[in-house]
């Protein structure tokens, strides 16, 4: 008789980047999340500006600065032996430079389509509006310190 397949939670994590100036923060920073274990996980975001956006994955790291995390939504579940074929899938998903109006939420969004239309188990229970309401609640929640 077989193992049981392993699976981990697939999350939608946010991060605080600041201000531009009082009361003008910049959009939080999402990144796509899988715990691996006790404060550890495997981080895929875009990492630079609009200009020079390129794809990072930590692997079984801490989060760089938890001190910004603002709310973490899991999303569905990946099995542990199709991780490999999951990252290939992130890394195949286009990114978008010299449009001031994209940034690491697009990307987050532009994965997770892909990620469901390739038949990973990413919930079909949230539209791109839903996603955007859940993560703006979760801030809230952090400033009001329910979470």
Known sequence: ??????YYNVEVVQFWRGQKEYLRPYP????IYIPTGPGIGNMYHI????????MEFRRNQPHVNPDDW???FTIGR???????L???HLASVPITRHDPRWNSQNWV???IRHLRHQRFEISWQF??????????????????GRI
């Open 70 to 72: 603002r709310g973490s």
């Open 86 to 88: 999951f990252e290939s």
């Open 28 to 31: 939080l920073h999402w990144v």
């Open 127 to 144: 539209r791109q509006c839903d996603l955007q309401t859940k993560m703006c609640c979760l801030l809230e929640d952090w400033d009001f």
């Open 78 to 84: 990946v099995a542990a032996h199709k991780l490999a």
């Open 1 to 6: 008789m077989s193992a049981p397949a392993m």
């Open 109 to 111: 969004w532009d994965c």
């Open 47 to 54: 990492i630079g500006n609009t200009n020079t956006y390129t």
